[in-house]
């Protein structure tokens, strides 16, 4: 059975040829088909190929321009010195120097805030990472009345907006209580014993550690698909061993579902690092460290105005070094976790 030229590579498509070319010669055939057949689909072969792969070029820088483009220009402006606009400097300023970053760690108040996101954004993804393996893998192993309903409920946390809740959210931690004893305790001993946890992590780590926290539902999700997918067999054979239901998922479980952990810490740690929405919320306590996000917006109109005050100051220019500071952690994780995420992503399965 000969085979399909298309499918062949430069060499195989060359002794193809010769080997059909030396098959007519000794059967006495007229060479009907001749070289120029075969080399005709050859090059149509090749053409196609390079046409294909030119537009897999154009169309990936193209996309490529799209996403590095406010990249690009926010370090162009933030390493710019140029306080008069000139026409000549687009992407590289005719005077470059560091003085907008010494100004956007003046106005962001950076390691106070940046310490305090630290707390938010690492404390909530690492509860986060622990609360989600430990529902999603309930969901995805256990048997139980209401299982499907009350995972739809967990899908259905993905989809509900988070407005509708936040100023329940605020008055709960206003005055928080621990199941009621705070206040039993607090009339006995006549005085409020409540906790006001308003400006503080505690807002943010106590719907990580009950599974509740930023895109909770998304992480069950993918903790509880990759668990289905694992072998019952390496149950069996730990609880053949002793291992009782938590072991079992501590011991065998966890070290298979590393994969999923990274995904899901690196992910939230990036949603809680850039949200703005919640934190505006829960840090309205005055005279505490805010996160990196929170600070910036709520400073950034004192830009050139009240807080330096000098004319020759371009508050664009430090407003774009204030970015490039809020997203320079991001980027070093990123750099050294890239091939651990990326090979982790594959094995999850998730795309696009």
Partial sequence: M????????????KDEMKRRDEEMK??????????????????????AHFIYAVFRAFLLIGLS?????PVFKMLSNAFSEDYVKSATSIWIPNNVGMNNFSYAVTLLKYWDSFWASVKVALGSSILQVISSALVGYGFARFKFKGRGALFALVILTMIVPPQTYLISMFMTYRKF?????????????????????IGTPWTMWIPAILGVGLRGGLFIYIFRQFFRGM???LEEAAYIDGCGPFMTFLRIMVPNALSSGLVVFLFSLVWHWNDYFTVSMMYTAPNKPRPLTLTLMSEYKTLGVTLFGEGDVNSTYILNAACALIILPLLLVFAVAQRFFIESMDKVGIKG
């Avoid at 055939?29 to 090749?46: P, Y």
């Avoid at 621990?178 to 014993?193: N, S, Y």
């Fill in 65 to 69: 321009y799209i996403v590095l483009y």
């Fill in 2 to 13: 000969r085979p399909e030229l298309s499918q062949l590579n430069k060499k195989q498509f």
């Fill in 177 to 197: 209580d621990l199941f009621g004893i705070l206040d039993i305790v607090g009339l006995i001993a006549g005085k409020d014993m409540t906790w006001n946890l």
């Fill in 231 to 233: 072998s019952k067999e």
């Fill in 26 to 47: 000794s059967s006495g055939k007229e060479n009907s088909i001749g070289l120029k057949r075969f080399g005709s689909a050859f090059f149509k072969k090749q053409v």
